[in-house]
């Protein structure tokens, strides 16, 4: 990976996540509504925020994932995060997160975030499959999924368990000739 990373799209940016962030980060995961269907309980403190920033530093340095902010173009808002992460160099494969802060939902903001990424993980980073796994009450995401092209591979039996409750996920997978027989391209500003 590049020792820098930054990703340009119509209204959004897609950047590495830095110290400036964490109160930010904060906020958006410890809004109870929009880690509804998160694969773990809201966070509660600021060196929650801090110790994933610097694990997403060391991921990207390592080369074992690439965890991003998405920024707002215009005003310079962080508005939510994604990832690229569970890497399989030898099946060129990686597993896909997000998240959007609510202010933000239902404008397309994370399409246009999704696309710009799923580009550079199969032109640039040379991967064949990405995957995601969903809450199962959180047809938001599925939706936004399929969208994107993904498509339905399953469904994973209690495989999450947060705050005691067992949760049953979706899986979806989307593949480098799925990406490139159907779905648009990314709208990147140069």
């Known amino acids: 990976m590049h020792s820098t990373f930054n990703l340009t799209a ?9 110290d400036r962030d964490a109160k930010a980060l904060l ?44 920024e707002h173009s215009a005003s310079g808002v962080l508005i939510g995060s994604c990832a690229l992460y569970a890497f399989v160099p030898q099946h060129g494969c990686a597993s896909l997160g997000y998240l959007l802060a609510k202010p933000y ?8 975030a999704m696309r710009a990424l799923l580009e550079h993980a199969f032109a640039e980073l040379g991967l064949n499959r990405i ?13 936004a999924l399929e969208r994107l092209g993904f498509r339905h591979e399953g469904c994973l039996r209690e495989r999450w368990i947060v ?4 949760h049953d996920t979706q899986l979806y997978g ?11 391209a990314p709208e990147l500003v140069a």
Do not use: F
Not at 28 to 39: C, Q
Not at 105 to 112: P, V
Not at 163 to 166: F, L, P, Q, R, Y
Not at 174 to 184: F, I, K, T, Y
């Open 10 to 18: 119509k209204r959004v940016r897609l950047r590495l996540l830095e």
């Open 27 to 70: 906020e958006l995961y410890a809004d109870p509504e929009v880690m509804r269907y998160w694969n773990h309980a809201p966070w509660t403190t600021l060196e929650q925020a801090k110790a994933a920033i610097a694990e997403a530093r060391s991921d990207y340095a390592s080369g074992a994932a690439l965890h991003c902010a998405i």
């Open 105 to 112: 939902w239902g404008q397309g903001y994370l399409s246009e």
């Open 131 to 143: 995957e995601a796994d969903v809450n199962c009450g959180n047809t938001g995401s599925l939706v």
């Open 163 to 166: 705050d005691g409750k067992k």
């Open 174 to 184: 989307l593949l480098r000739s799925d990406w490139r027989g159907g779905a648009p």
